[in-house]
């Protein structure tokens, strides 16, 4: 997920992204909306900084009380306009920013990578736990893996926005995985990326051990961690 805040496109290029899609009609209050939609990246970007601050603050506290952090690193990125009309269309929803607001939950995205997995439902937890951060939904690939093997926790939230209209909740998603699945998801999308055949059955096979062999590292590494952690309390008694 790289960042990709900043990047900007001309009214004139979201027009031409409209008529490539050649689903909706462009008339006058389709550009004035386009016009208005230029300036959502904005507000996505100032949620991630939100979520952000509130998540550096936890690292840091976590690190003082328990001697180190869940949190390994933190990506994030905003989606891309094109990307927001194509699922806009995919999702059979006319273009206004009522149906962007309410179908389209990934603009704002923020992935959290964390060193064991039972990190990553402390994470979630804490989560459900604040005021201000609003679980809306949790998709559990880590409970219940993707056919290929994808494991990530999906956690959809919205997150406050003080502006001068009032509040406003902004939703983005936060996907929670370890270093081992960070890397096989990051492997598979680098291997997979603009190949849009069925993939041969042993090639997805080989794809699924390694996401098996990705968990296996994770759970030694929890065994060690546990040894490693009772061989320093046997030491200080
Ligand atoms: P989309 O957001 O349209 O993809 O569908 P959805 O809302 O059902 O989302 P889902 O929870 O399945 O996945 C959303 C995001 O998770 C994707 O944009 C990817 O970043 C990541 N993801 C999901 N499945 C895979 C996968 O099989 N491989 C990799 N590398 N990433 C995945
Ligand atoms: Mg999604």
Same mark, same amino acid.
């Given at each position: 997920?790289?960042?990709?805040?900043?990047?900007?496109?001309?009214?004139?290029?979201?027009?031409?992204?409209?008529?490539?899609?050649? =689903?909706?009609?462009?008339?006058?209050?389709?550009?004035?909306?386009?016009?208005?939609?230029?300036?959502?990246?904005?507000?996505?970007?100032?949620?991630?900084?939100?979520?952000?601050?509130?998540?550096?603050? %936890?690292?840091?506290?976590?690190?003082?009380?328990?001697?180190?952090?869940?949190?390994?690193?933190?990506?994030?990125?905003?989606?891309?306009?094109?990307?927001?009309?194509?699922?806009?269309?995919?999702?059979?929803?006319?273009?206004?920013?009522?149906?962007? &607001?309410?179908?389209?939950?990934?603009?704002? +995205?923020?992935?959290?990578?964390?060193?064991?997995?039972?990190?990553?439902?402390?994470?979630?937890?804490?989560?459900?736990?604040?005021?201000?951060?609003?679980?809306?939904?949790?998709?559990?690939?880590?409970?219940?893996?993707?056919?290929? +093997?994808?494991?990530? %926790?999906?956690?959809?939230?919205?997150?406050?926005?003080?502006?001068?209209?009032?509040?406003?909740?902004?939703?983005?998603?936060?996907?929670?995985?370890?270093?081992?699945?960070?890397?096989?998801?990051?492997?598979? =999308?680098? %291997?997979?990326?603009?190949?849009?055949?069925?993939?041969?059955?042993?090639?997805?096979? &080989?794809?699924?051990?390694?996401?098996?062999?990705?968990?296996?590292?994770?759970?030694?590494?929890?065994?060690?961690?546990? &040894?490693?952690?009772?061989?320093?309390?046997?030491?200080?008694?």
């Amino acid at each position: 997920m790289k960042d990709q805040i900043g990047k900007s496109l001309t009214l004139e290029q979201l027009q031409v992204h409209v008529q490539d899609l050649g =689903h909706w009609e462009l008339n006058e209050d389709l550009s004035r909306q386009l016009g208005e939609f230029k300036k959502m990246p904005a507000l996505y970007r100032l949620a991630l900084n939100e979520l952000e601050n509130k998540i550096e603050t %936890l690292s840091t506290e976590w690190k003082m009380r328990d001697g180190y952090s869940p949190i390994e690193h933190i990506k994030r990125r905003i989606k891309e306009p094109k990307s927001i009309l194509q699922k806009l269309e995919r999702k059979g929803h006319a273009f206004s920013f009522e149906n962007i &607001e309410r179908h389209i939950h990934d603009i704002a +995205g923020m992935r959290i990578v964390c060193a064991f997995v039972k990190d990553i439902y402390r994470l979630a937890d804490h989560f459900n736990a604040r005021e201000d951060i609003r679980v809306l939904e949790i998709k559990d690939y880590i409970a219940h893996p993707k056919p290929n +093997g994808y494991q990530s %926790l999906h956690v959809i939230v919205a997150v406050p926005l003080i502006l001068l209209e009032g509040t406003r909740w902004v939703k983005a998603e936060i996907q929670l995985r370890t270093l081992a699945m960070d890397f096989w998801a990051s492997m598979e =999308h680098i %291997l997979y990326y603009k190949f849009d055949q069925q993939l041969p059955p042993h090639v997805a096979e &080989e794809l699924k051990s390694a996401a098996r062999a990705a968990d296996e590292l994770d759970k030694k590494m929890l065994r060690l961690r546990r &040894e490693i952690l009772e061989l320093s309390e046997s030491a200080e008694q």
